[in-house]
């Protein structure tokens, strides 16, 4: 079968020819109809030479498939079923630690499953799985987003998007920072009710925002300080991008606020954006690509030059 494969010191993926996978005990085998591309592909290519385990690595941790082949011990589940897998679950996280969704078969644990409900789009129920369940997770679980909260998202792409809708969704005033001025519109029209370009400007500018009770980072740039110097005593704010390795924050600044970070999410969380999407509460943009044009997309990405969400679509 072929498969989009990390092959070491920071090249780009390469598609290569590999054995088709065989179920272990608890998993299923599933023939991969779209798989969704993340900022996080293009960060392990950073840093998979310390990280991943063995190379070359099947790259991939946003997919959606059907059920073809299953393992001795699986259970609730049979061959023809469609499923998300999730990325964070009882398996190591695809993509990094075990072979991913960049290919034409994929090996998941059961119990890392999410069952796709009959009409929801599988781009949709693969984007569904990473950048839906951690925005949701982050803003919602973790962040703890509901009526009558001022609410401040940095970065509205894949994730942002999400999580902003999210909030709008759990009653919360939501305030949007994006540096692409194209993305503000989709901002607005999933209930941002305002937009800047930088979230310094949250306190610089007391009418683009302030005194927030919650702020999610889905950026991970030089964005985590502004954040913290935007919410307001007693608040809190969510890290989950990754833009930079690592960042600093003033001592001062922290005193009296919450600091937490965000990683993945449950299965519970994608099926729950699952029928979020399929009611059309939440219509995450996205562009769909072919699966001969992944190494294309990622590299897309790193030049940041996608708005949304990139997935990728199998042919069958």
Known sequence: MKAWQYMGERKPIQLNDIPEPVPGPTQVIIDVKAAGLCHSDVMYMEVGDQAMPFLPMTQGHENAGVITALGAEVTGFKVGDVVGVCSSGV???LG??????????L??????LARVPEGLDLSLAALATDAGMTSYHAMIKVGGAAKGMKVGVIGFGGLGQI????AVLAGAEVHVAE??????????????????KDAAEWVANPRAGGDFDLIVDYAGFDTTQKAINAVKRGGKVVQVGLGNPTFTVATNTILGKKLEGSLGGTVE???????????GEIRPGYEEIGFDEIDKGL????????????????GG
């Not at 590299?299 to 199998?314: D, P």
């Open 91 to 93: 398996q190591a996280p």
């Open 96 to 105: 990094m630690f075990t072979p991913g969704g960049f290919a034409d078969k």
């Open 107 to 112: 090996a998941a644990d059961y119990r890392d």
């Open 163 to 166: 999580g902003a809708r999210a």
């Open 179 to 196: 540096m692409k001025e194209a993305a503000w519109d989709n901002a607005r029209e999933v209930g941002a009710v305002s937009c800047v």
């Open 269 to 279: 969380d994608i099926e729950e954006v699952f029928y979020l999407m399929l009611r």
């Open 299 to 314: 590299e897309r990405l790193k030049n940041n030059e996608v708005l949304g969400r990139l997935v990728a679509r199998f």
